[in-house]
């Protein structure tokens, strides 16, 4: 059983940075692929990011190209999303999540098996 729980959201001002973390447990979470997703309340999970198990590929949604990146820490078995220059559209609930399937990267939510509870980012204008 993998757990992932998610820290580092809060309130920042447009054009500010922010660190997510996703910690997991189980030493197999190591091996799988993870991404981060977010969501306003009335919509569907939206894909932000993906990175392979090893972190050699990465893959981002248009709308945070550019700005945000994605890595990860195997060794601390951690996930992390720097997100800089951020806009007021950026505002969501932010959820990591991992899978071993190989369509990790498709961008779609039902391809992944575990979710962490998901940490507030609020950017004010």
């Known amino acids: 059983q993998v757990q992932l729980v998610e820290s580092g959201g809060g309130l920042v001002q447009a054009g500010g940075s922010l660190r997510l973390s996703c910690a997991a447990s189980g030493l197999a979470s190591r091996y799988y692929a993870k991404g981060w997703f977010r969501q306003t309340p009335g919509k569907e999970r939206e894909f932000v990011a993906a990175?392979?198990?090893?972190?050699?590929?990465?893959y981002y949604a248009d709308s945070v190209k550019g700005r945000f990146t994605i890595s990860r820490d195997n060794a601390k078995n951690t996930l992390y999303l720097q997100m800089n220059s951020l806009k007021p559209e950026d505002t969501a609930n932010y959820y990591c999540a991992a899978t071993q399937r190989a369509e990790y990267d498709t961008g779609s939510p039902k391809y992944y098996n575990y979710w962490g509870q998901g940490t507030q980012v609020t950017v004010s204008s």
């Open positions: 990175i392979s198990w090893s972190g050699a590929s990465t």
